[in-house]
C-alpha cells in the first residue's frame, strides 16, 4: 500500500511525499514553485525545484519532525503505530509541528 501526504509551508501546500517499494520520494508542487514573490525550500537539504528527489530512506528532514523519547513513547503507546514505521508516524503525528512544516496524509482509495 502505497501512502502520501501533502507538505505545507506556512499554511502553503509546497509538495508531496510518498512511500514506495522502493523508498521514499518528494516533489515541490508546481503552483509552489510558480508562487508570486520570494519563496523557500522546505528545508536546505531539499532545493526548489521541478525534479523528484528520491530516497531509500525517509528524508533526514522528514524524519527530523517526528517527535523523540518520552513524547514518541506516548504518541506510539495511543495510536499503535510501530516505533521502527518511520512515514507512519509522520503522517499521523506532524499535522501540527512545531516550526512552519506541516504533513496532511492523502486518503487513497486502493480498489
Known amino acids: 500500500m502505497m501512502r502520501k501526504a ?12 510518498t512511500e514506495t517499494t522502493e ?3 518528494f516533489q515541490y508542487n508546481n503552483s509552489y514553485i510558480n508562487s508570486p514573490g520570494k ?3 522546505i528545508s536546505l537539504t531539499l532545493p526548489i525545484r521541478h525534479e523528484i528527489y528520491y530516497s531509500p530512506i ?4 522528514f524524519d ?12 506510539v ?12 508516524l509522520l503522517i499521523t503525528l506532524c499535522n501540527d509541528c512545531i516550526g512552519a512544516v506541516s504533513i496532511i496524509p492523502i486518503e487513497i482509495n486502493n480498489e
Do not use: S
Open 23 to 25: 523508498g521514499y520520494e
Open 6 to 17: 501533502n507538505v505545507y509551508f506556512k499554511e502553503k501546500i509546497a509538495g508531496i511525499i
Open 77 to 88: 503507546n495511543n495510536w499503535k503505530i510501530a516505533a521502527r514505521d518511520r512515514f507512519g
Open 64 to 75: 527530523g519532525l517526528i517527535p523523540e523519547g518520552w513524547l514518541l513513547n506516548i504518541a
Open 39 to 41: 519563496i523557500n525550500p
Open 58 to 61: 525517509l528524508f533526514p528532514f
